[in-house]
C-alpha cells in the first residue's frame, strides 16, 4: 500500500486542527503529537509525516458523541 508523505507544512494546510506549523513542532518536542520521520539529526533535518499517521492519530482522539463518557 501506499502512502503519501506529507510536509508540516502540506499538514497545516489540509489538517487545520494542527494549528500552526510552529504548534506542530511543539507537540513533536512534547511526543505528543502524530509519528513522523525525521531525515537528518539536530535542527537540520527534514521533517515528513505520513498520511496515515495523521489519520491515525486524528482517529484516536476522535470523541464518540450519544451517551458515551470520554475517559
Known amino acids: ?3 503519501e508523505w506529507l510536509s508540516p507544512k502540506r499538514v ?3 489538517y487545520p486542527v494542527f494549528g500552526s506549523t510552529g ?9 505528543e503529537g502524530p ?3 525525521k531525515t537528518g539529526e539536530g ?10 499517521a495523521i489519520e491515525k492519530w ?11 463518557r470520554a475517559a
Do not use: N, P
Open 1 to 3: 500500500m501506499d502512502d
Open 12 to 14: 497545516i494546510e489540509e
Open 23 to 31: 504548534s506542530l513542532a511543539e507537540r513533536r518536542w512534547r511526543d
Open 35 to 37: 509519528e513522523y520521520v
Open 43 to 52: 535542527r537540520g533535518g527534514r521533517v515528513f509525516y505520513r498520511r496515515s
Open 58 to 68: 486524528l482517529d484516536e482522539r476522535t470523541v464518540k458523541t450519544g451517551g458515551q
